[in-house]
C-alpha cells in the first residue's frame, strides 16, 4: 500500500469513479456523463487511480474502458482493521455506559 492509494482515495470524484466501476467496465464516455466537467479533467483523475493501481485500462478500437482493480483497497481495508477494532470497543463501551444510564 503506498501514499499514492491515500492521495487517490482523497478526491470525492475518483472515489465516485470507483464506485462507477463496481458494476464493471465502463468506456471514458460513459464515465464522463456522470460527472460536470471536461473529459481532460476527468483523464487526469482516471490518470491519478491509474498510476494508483486502482483502475486498469483496456483499447478496444477507439474506445477506452476502465476497470476497477481491488487489491489497493483491500491492502487499505486490512490497513483500517486494527483501527475499526478499535472503533468498535470504543462504541461498545459508550452503549453500556449509556444502557446503564437507562436503570
Not at 476502465?66 to 491492502?75: D, F, I
Amino acid at each position: 500500500m503506498t501514499d499514492e492509494v491515500f492521495a487517490a482515495l482523497a478526491s470525492p470524484v475518483r472515489r465516485d469513479v470507483l464506485r462507477i466501476l463496481l458494476d464493471g467496465p465502463r468506456p471514458v464516455q460513459e464515465l464522463a456523463d456522470h460527472f460536470d466537467m471536461r473529459r481532460p479533467s476527468l483523464s487526469e483523475h482516471l490518470k491519478v487511480l491509474k498510476d494508483a493501481g486502482l483502475v486498469s485500462e483496456r483499447k478496444e478500437g477507439r474506445f477506452r474502458y476502465y476497470s476497477l482493480e481491488p487489491e489497493p483497497l483491500r491492502q487499505v481495508s486490512d490497513w483500517l482493521t486494527p483501527y475499526e477494532r478499535f472503533w468498535r470497543a470504543k462504541l461498545a463501551k459508550l452503549r453500556d455506559l449509556l444502557d446503564e444510564d437507562d436503570l
